[in-house]
């Protein structure tokens, strides 16, 4: 299973981006997609994920209303568009593959999510 996260850049504040997660060798709608980021000396969070069918997405309260998260299982692709960005949301940002569904987005030992598929992440910074 491979997935490779691409789309970062510098933006500034109150600007859009759009990432894109990209999947092979996997059966890509057998599985749901979360994303994450970690900032600078900060721990790895939680942002959105969306179910294997793309019907039910979830978002952390930080970025509800502000990112969204799309798929196009045809493409094995799926996107985080984000909006209104701040410079709070600068990070690396992460996509992962999971089995399950699962919106509380933990990643202590044994969460679903800490045992996904992960993919290398790509830069967000969000200065002036």
């Known amino acids: 299973v491979q997935l490779q996260a691409s789309g970062g850049g510098l933006v500034q504040p109150g600007g859009s981006l759009r990432l894109s997660c990209v999947g092979s060798?996997?059966?890509?709608?057998?599985?749901?997609i979360g994303w994450f980021r970690q900032a600078p000396g900060k721990e790895r969070e939680g942002v959105g994920c969306?179910?294997?069918?793309?019907?039910?997405?979830y978002y952390v309260d930080s970025v509800e209303d502000r990112f969204t998260i799309s798929r196009d299982n045809a493409k094995n692709t799926v996107y985080l568009q984000m909006d209104n960005l701040s410079p709070e949301d600068t990070a690396v940002y992460y996509c992962?593959?999971?089995?399950?569904?699962?919106?509380?987005?933990?990643?202590?030992?044994?969460?679903?999510?800490?045992?996904?598929?992960w993919g290398q992440g790509t830069l967000v910074t969000v200065s002036s």
């Open positions: 060798g996997l059966t890509f709608d057998d599985y749901a």
């Open positions: 992962a593959a999971n089995p399950f569904f699962e919106v509380s987005l933990s990643l202590s030992d044994g969460s679903s999510w800490a045992s996904a598929s």
């Open positions: 969306i179910s294997k069918s793309g019907s039910i997405t």
